[in-house]
Nanobody, 125 residues
């Protein structure tokens, strides 16, 4: 069972990227999914999360209004649409899955059961 992120890369400031988090070996419908990011020397920062039901989402203040998280259950995938990207969004992004959190989601890293390997997002001109 694992999570695999895709969609990262290099983009200019103001541009957009869509990150995807695909699950294999388990049904992502039963899991809340969180996106975290990390830059060298810093702790993981919670960016966004979505409950397993999809009714609850959260965003950090730094990305609110620019990022959107949504589920595509038919593809066992959760996406993070990132618009109006800024240089400070540059980081390695990780997705993680937490079982049975149906109506809420949080960014406590220790609650998550599965983690992806991480993907680089670089925002630079």
């Amino acid at each position: 069972s694992r999570l695999v992120e895709s969609g990262g890369g290099l983009v200019q400031p103001g541009g957009s990227l869509r990150l995807s988090c695909a699950a294999s070996g388990f049904i992502l419908d039963y899991y809340a999914v969180g996106w975290f990011r990390q830059t060298p020397g810093k702790e993981h920062e919670g960016v966004s999360c979505i409950s397993s039901s999809g009714v609850s989402t959260n965003y950090s203040d730094s990305v609110k209004g620019r990022f959107t998280i949504f589920r595509e259950n038919a593809k066992n995938t959760v996406h993070l649409q990132m618009n109006n990207l800024k240089a400070e969004d540059t980081a390695v992004y990780y997705c993680a899955a937490e079982r049975d959190r149906v109506y809420s989601c949080v960014w406590n890293r220790h609650d998550y059961d599965y983690w992806g390997q991480g993907i680089q997002v670089t925002v630079s001109s």
